[in-house]
């Protein structure tokens, strides 16, 4: 019932753009903050962007800072992450889920981003 559905990960060089959509259904997307969140090969999960319920409250760990942009569009319970001016530490599955204090919600498959040469 709950479902969370990442997409538009890929290949990028170092430079490159890409755009992260999650979809969401199986709770009231609208009355909770949402993060990105990823993993990197041999690293634990880390939150990467979060952003409050009615699009504010943006806030980005400082390696993503001035690089990637959260934005969310309620009516479609759709979540982004533009993502540019990549880099090869941005390499990881990238994940969303509702934001940090909140019981998140199972897990989606996640999206690759990889950025190398």
């Known amino acids: 019932q709950v479902q969370l559905v990442e997409s538009g990960g890929g290949l990028v060089q170092p430079g490159g753009s890409l755009r992260l959509t999650c979809t969401a259904s199986?709770?009231?997307?609208?009355?909770?903050?949402m993060a990105w969140y990823r993993q990197a090969p041999g690293k634990e999960r880390e939150v990467v962007a979060t952003?409050?319920?009615?699009?504010?409250?943006?806030d980005y760990i400082d390696s993503v800072k001035g690089r990637f942009s959260i934005s969310r569009d309620n009516a479609r319970e759709t979540l982004y992450l533009q993502m540019d001016y990549l880099n090869p530490e941005d390499t990881a599955v990238y994940y969303c889920?509702?934001?940090?204090?909140?019981?998140?919600?199972?897990w989606g498959q996640g999206t690759q981003v990889t950025v190398s040469s």
């Open positions: 889920n509702k934001g940090p204090g909140w019981r998140p919600a199972y």
């Open positions: 199986g709770f009231t997307f609208s009355m909770y903050a």
């Open positions: 952003i409050n319920s009615i699009g504010g409250g943006i």
